[in-house]
């Protein structure tokens, strides 16, 4: 009498069949091999270094953060100190808050000087142009009015573009201009071509995290060739990233590496200073934002 086929007996003899495959290494190897692989980021963001961290993780990167500078508030500000001056005798015309900390940072200044209540008194006759939205929302908290506000991707370019759309430069108007990091030459160039008398006004300078080694260890990852892309969300980025590779002795090997990556850039000013080093820029974001930034930059590298 032929064996009746019982599928509860095939389905504990397929069983066993696959255990043994499975112990022995040879079950799924091909399927694990397909297995798309994370995409390996580095990041060199400081001030926001968690959030990026959670960002890159959840877009399905494998991070690694090596923060690469940070903010240092100038002790004795002397210029911040005349600016208030000039601006309390009515001799600036137009004054152009670049970024919300180094905002946040001269309105401190000012008034641990003492000078914040006519300093205010005198900055609400004046032209107030933000080039992006975070010196925007700072001055909106303190009730700051603004009456200009650059458009994306939020440049110095951009701000040139406003100037010039609503006539505001005329021979002889006074422009001070709250930096952050280092003088922009070029912009003031442009608008001393329009006539400006130009008045820079530092507020802080960027030096190296306190702890080097992350970076370090990054630098020495990136020549080894353990990333697929790296994110720059400024140009001073960059500028540190290389100064401490050439501290290194690693400059140029650092850079051939580091063409070899995917490199995406937050903006046009941070992707102009690439390309003036020689770096390619594979991606800039459709928005100067961070979480832009990584979003697109990951699919670019996945999709490749």
Known sequence: MPSTFSFSTFSVATAVVY?????????????????????????????????????IKKLGGEPTIAPSMREVPLEENVIAGQFADRMIEGQ??????M???????????????????????????????????????LLRERNIRVD????EPNT?????????????????????????????????EELKKRGAEVLPVPVYRWEFPTDLEPLHQAIQATIAGQFDLLLFTSANQIDNVLQAA???????NWLRAARKCTLASIGPTCSERMR???????????????AHLVREAIEYVSSS
């Open 19 to 55: 255990s043994a495959l499975y112990l022995s290494g040879k079950l799924f190897t091909t399927y694990d091999a397909e297995l798309p692989m994370p995409v390996r980021v580095c990041s060199f963001e400081s001030r926001r270094s968690n959030e990026m961290e959670t960002l």
């Open 276 to 290: 003036e080093l020689g770096l390619p820029v594979h991606l800039e974001p459709s928005h100067p934002k961070m």
């Open 246 to 252: 050439e501290q290194l002795g690693e400059r140029e």
């Open 99 to 137: 970024t919300g900390v180094g905002a946040q940072t001269l309105l401190d200044a000012i008034a641990a000087l003492g000078h914040l209540e006519p300093f205010l008194v005198s900055l609400a006759k004046r032209v107030v142009i933000v080039r992006g939205p975070k010196p925007f929302a």
């Open 92 to 97: 600036v015309d137009i004054v152009i808050f």
């Open 148 to 151: 200009y506000r650059a458009e």
């Open 156 to 188: 110095w370019r951009e701000i040139l573009t406003l100037i010039d759309n609503h006539s505001l430069l005329q021979t002889g108007k006074k422009v001070a201009v709250q930096e952050y990091g280092k003088p922009n030459l070029e912009f003031y």
